[in-house]
């Protein structure tokens, strides 16, 4: 019996010590996000100093801001075209001429399955749908 049991405990005492290792490592080579010097203290700390944290985080949301502007900018150039394209209320025109024009079809702001199946693609309230060959219906919002 005793014979059978210790290794089991050598075993347990190994993987314990292992594990232990393991987790202490990444602390000793936490590095800050920013400039990259070692952190002393605190094994979750992200950032050096405040200075540092700051300057990351301002990053962060410039990034995501170009990011947004660009995609707003798109958005406002599809809305202007359907808007230009579509004076009656109600048009037709090709994917062709709308693609010519500048119109980027990867962006709108909501796609709407009506009842009768058909569906719309809106850029806030001017929307389109596909119709035969190269063809595009263009609507407004709830006309
Ligand atoms: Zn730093």
């Not at 996000?33 to 992200?46: F, Q, T």
Request: proline share 1%; aromatic share 12%; net charge positive.
């Amino acid at each position: 019996m005793i014979i059978n049991l210790f290794p089991l405990f050598l075993i347990t005492f190994i993987s314990t010590e292992t594990i232990q290792i393991k987790k202490h490592k990444p602390m000793d080579n936490q590095t800050c996000l920013e400039c990259g010097e070692k952190i002393v203290g605190r094994s979750d700390k992200k950032f050096c100093s405040d200075a540092c944290r700051n300057a990351y985080n301002n990053k962060q949301n410039k990034t995501i801001s170009n990011y947004m502007r660009n995609v707003n900018n798109r958005l406002r150039r599809n809305y202007r075209i359907l808007s230009e394209s579509n004076t009656e209320g109600k048009t037709k025109l090709t994917r062709s001429k709308l693609e010519s024009l500048g119109f980027d079809f990867d962006y709108i702001t909501q796609i709407v399955t009506y009842k009768n199946g058909s569906q719309y693609f809106y850029i806030y309230d001017k929307g389109y749908k596909f119709l035969d060959n190269d063809w595009i219906l263009i609507v407004n919002k709830n006309s």
